[in-house]
DNA sequence: AAGGCTGCCTGCTTGC
DNA sequence: TGCAAGCAGGCAGCCT
């Protein structure tokens, strides 16, 4: 599932080839992906033709690529399955939602085949606001979103004193992209294994030093998960050149129930929490309550 | 404020 | 064997 790692990788292989680049066609071939942009199909595809394109940028798991006269962007959230492929224009990809022709100044006329088996990703044009803490410009729909922990203006004091500050358990608050964005299910649970923390742990009762040491591992995870391409199962996600990454046979909590935890050797247990599986040691990872 | 729940989706796996 | 239910889960929106 594309969380941070993944989609930033995205954003990489797509820079090179878009930057720069004018828009020359646009099919939907499936509405459905369009369905956080607000107007029908038509309305996207002809504020696109002839536009120029900039420097996609990130925040979480959001991308956009900023349209050349700044006031709006194409958002793309991956979803659960999204992919965007950077073809040649001879190229087709089963389950394109979304496609694509832009020329390029590197790499003449290039095609984006933007992918999508269960179709809880998007695409859509979107205006630019100011940023919620007054840095920068975001498209309407990622105002919301936290800035992410890769980001040089993430507040790290603020992120601290936000979270203990909350009546909530930890991975609950992980995943709300409100308060920290680019963490998902997978992401959540390698961090609170390496911080020995388990999900279910009240916010209150961590120590700012916890939960910086969580920060750092959350940090840490993804540092590794992009030197490795990203998290792929099955084909579930591949980068823009339609490869998978390598971090699956990294993971040590996530998916790995049964097996035996790397620190301690006990089986790494699977609990339903908030309609997801979460994955944990259940001897490293225990829930401390502060005696008062 | 917190959190439970639903709808949006497809394809693979499991169970009868 | 064949079909249906279960499962995977990010996000918005609704409700309590």
């Not at 001897?283 to 401390?288: E, G, I, L, S, T």
Request: charged share 25%; hydrophobic share 40%.
């Amino acid at each position: 599932m594309p969380e941070l790692p993944e989609v930033e990788v995205v954003r990489l292989g797509l820079a090179p080839a878009i930057t720069g680049a004018t828009v020359r066609s646009v099919e939907v071939l499936d509405e459905r992906s369009l369905r956080r942009h607000d107007g029908p199909a038509e309305d996207f595809v002809d504020r696109l033709l002839g536009v120029g394109l900039l420097a996609p940028e990130r925040r979480g798991k959001f991308l956009w690529v900023p349209l050349a006269d700044a006031q709006s962007a194409l958002v793309v959230h991956l979803g659960m399955s999204g992919q965007v492929l950077v073809r040649t224009p001879d190229i087709e990809d089963a389950r394109t939602r979304i496609r694509l022709e832009v020329d390029s100044p590197q790499h003449g006329l290039v095609r984006i085949n933007f992918v999508d088996q269960r179709i809880f990703g998007s695409m859509a044009l979107d205006a630019f606001v100011p940023a919620a803490d007054g840095h920068g410009l975001v498209p309407s729909q990622v105002a919301h979103i936290a800035r992410d922990p890769l980001d040089p203006l993430f507040d790290d004091a603020a992120f601290v004193r936000r979270l203990r500050g909350k009546a909530t358990t930890i991975k609950r608050a992980l995943l709300d992209q409100t308060l920290v964005s680019g963490i998902g299910n997978i992401y959540a649970d390698e961090a609170l294994w390496r911080a020995r923390i388990h999900y279910d742990q009240p916010t209150a009762a961590l120590s700012a030093v916890r939960v910086r040491q969580l920060l750092a591992e959350v940090r840490a995870v993804f540092a590794h998960a992009l030197e490795e391409g990203g998290t792929s199962f099955d084909t579930q996600y591949l980068n823009v050149n339609g490869q998978s990454g390598y971090f699956a046979h990294s993971l040590k909590a996530y998916g790995q129930q049964g097996s035996p935890c790397p620190r301690c050797g006990t089986p790494i247990v699977r609990e339903q929490f908030m309609n997801r599986g979460s994955h944990f040691c259940p001897r490293c990872q225990r829930v401390r309550v502060p005696r008062d």
